[in-house]
T-cell receptor
Framework: NAGVTQTPKFQVLKTGQSMTLQCAQD?????MSWYRQDPGMGLRLIHY???????DQGEVPNGYNVSRSTTEDFPLRLLSAAPSQTSVYFC??????????????FGPGTRLTVL | GQQVMQIPQYQHVQEGEDFTTYCNSS?????IQWYKQRPGGHPVFLIQ?????EVKKQKRLTFQFGEAKKNSSLHITATQTTDVGTYFC????????????FGKGTLLTVNP
């Protein structure tokens, strides 16, 4: 299993550009989520999905869109990039919503810089 | 949403010294998870605690969940350079199992 994969690893955008961060998992996990990590801020939840066709907002959703057309893929779209979106983005998945075997698996991250 | 305070923010130790990081919540938690992130890496799950007063060990790491389920700690005995990284606690927020809120983490550096 490849686990959780993310592309690209690095990206530089200009203000106002749009782009999609890709995330895929091959573990048949129902739950997927996107986090951003900024220095001193920990990991903040952007959007999450509890299954194909179902998405919801996290703590910092503004400026981002998501969709979940398949169990495997959960892309994150930046509609109009702003310097405040410069961050490291992590995609994560987990098998269950609660109880045992609830560990969250993270992808390697995408380092995004918006100029 | 659920707020969890993690202290200290930074900890520098000499190799062989012990290390402890704490997570505190103002509300009762259903469970708490701990993750480790090496510099430049991604968070990796360490453990989940569910029961009041629970203590779990993984080699030199000891995890505790408070009796009131409002706090937790991670203790590392005799640190090694391989322990370097940021340790995060994570809890379900807003009464939901769907939203996992992370503490801001404790960055551990170890002087060999």
């Amino acid at each position: 299993n490849a686990g959780v994969t993310q592309t690209p690893k690095f990206q530089v955008l200009k203000t106002g550009q749009s782009m999609t961060l890709q995330c895929a998992q091959d573990m048949n996990h129902e739950y997927m989520s996107w986090y951003r990590q900024d220095p001193g801020m920990g990991l903040r939840l952007i959007h999450y999905s509890v299954g194909a066709g179902i998405t919801d907002q996290g703590e910092v959703p503004n400026g981002y869109n998501v969709s979940r057309s398949t169990t495997e893929d959960f892309p994150l779209r930046l509609l109009s990039a702003a310097p405040s979106q410069t961050s490291v983005y992590f995609c994560a998945s987990r098998k269950r919503l609660a109880g045992e075997d609830n560990e969250q698996f993270f992808g390697p991250g995408t380092r995004l810089t918006v100029l | 949403g659920q707020q969890v305070m993690q202290i200290p923010q930074y900890q520098h130790v000499q190799e062989g010294e012990d290390f402890t990081t704490y997570c505190n919540s103002s509300t009762t938690l259903s469970n708490i998870q701990w993750y480790k992130q090496r510099p430049g890496g991604h968070p990796v799950f360490l453990i989940q605690l569910v029961k009041s007063g629970e203590v779990k060990k993984q080699k030199r790491l000891t995890f505790q969940f408070g009796e009131a389920k409002k706090n937790s700690s991670l203790h590392i005995t005799a640190t090694q350079t391989t322990d370097v990284g940021t340790y995060f606690c994570a809890v379900n927020s807003g009464g939901s199992n769907y939203k996992l809120t992370f503490g801001k983490g404790t960055l551990l550096t170890v002087n060999p």
